[in-house]
């Protein structure tokens, strides 16, 4: 399937919901465990997003717009969501969450992209040139690589409790996938 | 972590709306497609999931307290859902899911375990003895299964459109994990 910006920004506007709808409440047991040493639990996860809303997806489209390939998007901090969640609660970071979002999807609809704006050229810092479909396609893959990951760590808390089950259940299969 | 049922219940509650949030509305190129031949869709796993509420884990947390291991499950249709789910739309397929869950949830808390309940056991046409602990810690697990194939399959759809981004987004990388 081809980049098409209405169909991206119908799964960009689901994610914060989704996610609030199956983190807000559960105990800590769920939300504060990871997958063990270094890992990442599904609260760091959402910090992880937050920080994307406000440092990558759309600073980066304006970047294409702006400067085309002449500059270099600035590099993703993938771990300044432990310094930026510190002493926020699950609710406070899903609400953030879903704030960001929506205000960036305002401004992308404000941007009114033509078709030809969607072959615009960037450069990012490790894969080089890059469109402006694909980094709005990324961003949708990038909340689903995230979903994919919550729906592992939240597993991953009842690897032995299932018992013989553990074979049939492709989760706990995932050993995660992460980026090189 | 050890099974609990209160953990248990917390999860099991919030999937149907999670994946309410996530599916309802979202247009057909996203809701229909798989992952190539023979693969499901997001419509055909809310079928799934359907089936197993219906048929598969009250059902059997039932045989174990009435026949424990002197009678086996009923296996699993893995593939009621295409009968089933014929001239349905998702957004009926979700209300049902909901509903059932609902029901399910409210039989499990009446039935009202005791903590030498979950060491009860029964007999897995395939896995052999399980407990009533694993079986609904399985359930669990099951939901998050296929919320991991969801993002999975939506990922999919945007393949090609992420161009170099795709070494970089984890969900890409997984090919599934099916039962053997």
Known sequence: MEHDLSHSISLLARTPASLDALLRGL????VLRNEGDRTWSAFDVI????????????????????HGEAQAFVPFDRFAQARESQGKSL????????RLRSENLAELRAM???????ARRGRHPALGTVTM???????????????HQI??????????????????????????????
């Not at 105990?27 to 769920?30: A, G, L, R, S």
């Not at 479909?133 to 979903?147: C, E, I, K, R």
Request: proline share 6%; hydrophobic share 45%; charged share 20%.
């Open 27 to 30: 105990p800590d047991e769920w």
């Open 47 to 66: 910090g992880h997003l937050i920080h994307g809303e406000r440092t990558d997806w759309m600073p980066r489209a304006r970047m294409i717009l702006k």
């Open 91 to 98: 609710a406070q970071l899903l609400d953030e969450f879903a």
């Open 112 to 118: 009114n992209l033509r078709p030809e704006d969607f």
């Open 133 to 147: 479909s694909q980094l709005l396609a990324a961003w949708v893959v990038h909340d689903l690589t995230h979903l």
């Open 151 to 180: 729906s592992r760590i939240l597993s991953h808390q009842y690897r032995e409790a299932v018992g013989p089950w553990s074979k049939f259940l492709g989760v706990l299969q995932c050993a995660g996938h992460s980026a090189p």
